[in-house]
């Protein structure tokens, strides 16, 4: 049976579609292609520890998987939870009428645990520009993905959540919406001040008129296509 | 340690640089756990051993190099003629641009870098301001060299030249406290807004731009650079008035 699963590849600082299609048929073998680097070869080693121990069964059948676009090379481990969750249902463990609203990103440890992945933020901004309905990655991730507007971010602790969101066996909430404001205390603390500096006249003077040539960025991000949810939870400085 | 403080006085970030800087350090992996938008201007600060692609970006398969981790924030290098010459130079278009673009045979990447350059130096390889002016031809010659490490068009896009003389110890070992950043920072807020007021058409005025081409080191680069910088004083004071001499101290020598 053929499935297809949606990723991520994270190029520079934009991200790009990737789909993982599963292909389980007669035959024994795990064929793994679309040019995945070392850390995504691994990964088989990965998905079928955190399977057996979760309890599932890892199929002992021939499994073809292509990462498309196959002429993009594949980087990282964050592509274990696409893949694990495409052979489950291709192996019919788990239904797939939902696998194409997602775009799914994460690593699986051993006991089938996800941990975080890089690059969460500007994957959001493209699952939300593609039309996904909603962002499944770890829950180290989903604060930063959150920032993206019209987006559900589901955060998962591990894989068996995903096995019970696809399943419909347990509701899951997208993330809440009620974020703390960054604490002011850990601000001051990286940001030194410069009250000691009183005899450094000189410098003072200077630095009382630092360069206000503007940071003028050449980079754009449509904020129409990628506002961040939450107001209320942003810092006063990034508030409209 | 007063490179350090420039972040905590440099205005807020907006919405849009906000997003920008959480994005670069998203896809680097330096952002916490759990952590959402960045409220705070980046501050990075390599040793001088630093390499080219470390500092601009590089290597097989690019990832932002520091001058893009401090995208709309501060990078300091500290100690400044020890850097590879080859790691300056790569900055030069950066500098200019306010982006970096990495070309490798299968794909074109640009990375922003938009960012404050702070740079601190000795005059000399001892350290003391009195090599550099030494009646003696060695001492003063090797206070040359050194400081012709650096190549007049970094030089030229760096847009101010601060001398910091020694504190006596009398001044240092004082109680009294200085001004908080907090304070600082509302005034560079709001000189920034007249900053921005000045200058939304972007447009010189043809006076100032005589006047500074009348100096012989001027460069293109610094003649367009000059009336910003020098307007700078006025702008923390919300005056109209035209630069003072102070202001004109801190310009390209």
């Not at chain 1, 066996?169 to 703390?180: D, F, H, V």
């Not at chain 2, 200019?96 to 702070?118: C, G, Q």
Request: glycine share 6%; net charge positive.
């Amino acid at each position: 049976m053929l499935v297809k699963v949606y990723g991520g590849s994270v190029f520079g600082i934009s991200a790009t579609m990737v789909t993982v299609e599963v292909n389980i048929d007669k035959g024994v073998g795990y064929f793994l292609v679309g040019l995945p680097d070392n850390a995504v070869k691994e990964s088989c080693h990965r998905i079928h520890a955190a399977l057996v121990n979760l309890g599932c069964s890892f199929p002992g059948r021939k499994i073809t998987i292509n990462m498309a676009p196959a002429d993009m090379r594949k980087e990282g481990s964050a592509y274990d939870l696409p893949l694990a969750i495409g052979i489950l249902a291709a192996s019919g463990q788990l239904p797939q009428d939902a696998l194409s609203d997602y775009l799914i990103m994460g690593e699986l440890s051993l006991d089938g645990g996800l941990q975080p992945i890089k690059g969460a933020l500007p994957l959001a901004i493209q699952a939300r520009e593609e039309g996904f309905k909603g962002f499944i990655l770890p829950a180290q991730n989903a604060r930063e993905a959150a920032i993206v507007d019209d987006l559900a971010i589901y955060g998962l602790e591990n894989l068996s959540q995903a096995l019970d969101f696809f399943k419909g066996e347990k509701s899951q909430r997208p993330w809440s919406s009620k974020c703390e404001r960054p604490s002011t205390s850990s601000e001051t603390k990286t940001n030194p001040t410069s009250p000691m500096y009183a005899g450094k006249k000189t410098s003072n003077a200077a630095w009382r008129s630092p360069p206000q040539g503007g940071t003028t960025s050449y980079w754009w991000v449509p904020l129409e296509r990628a506002r961040p949810c939450w107001p209320s939870a942003w810092p006063p400085s990034c508030r409209p | 340690m007063l490179a350090k403080r420039l972040a905590s006085i440099l205005p807020p970030m907006s919405l849009q640089e906000a997003l920008e800087t959480t994005e670069i350090h998203s896809v680097c992996g330096r952002l916490k756990e759990n952590s959402g938008l960045m409220a705070t201007r980046p501050f990075r600060a390599p040793h001088h051993s630093i390499s080219d692609a470390a500092l601009v970006s590089g290597g097989s398969y690019p990832q932002p190099g520091e001058i893009s981790l401090a995208h709309n924030g501060v990078l300091f290098l500290d100690e400044l003629p020890e850097f590879k010459r080859g790691v300056l130079e790569a900055m030069r278009q950066p500098l200019e641009d306010r982006e970096v673009t990495i070309s490798r045979a299968k794909f074109t990447l640009t990375y922003p870098a938009s960012f404050t350059l702070v740079a601190a130096m000795n005059p000399s390889p001892s350290g003391y301001f009195e090599e550099a002016t030494s009646s003696r031809n060695g001492l003063r010659s090797a206070a040359r060299r050194y400081q012709n490490s650096l190549s007049g068009p970094l030089l030229d896009r760096i847009d101010m030249h601060i001398e910091v003389n020694p504190v006596a110890f009398e001044a240092l070992s004082q109680t009294r406290r200085g001004e908080p950043s907090a304070a600082i920072r509302k005034r560079v807020s709001a000189a920034c807004e007249c900053q921005a007021q000045r200058f939304k058409d972007r447009k010189t005025s043809t006076a100032m731009r005589r006047c500074n081409a009348a100096r012989p080191s001027s460069s293109a680069r610094s003649t367009e650079q000059e009336e910003p910088c020098s307007k700078t004083p006025c702008n923390a004071s919300h005056s109209p008035r035209e630069p003072t001499t102070e202001s004109s101290r801190w310009l390209v020598p």
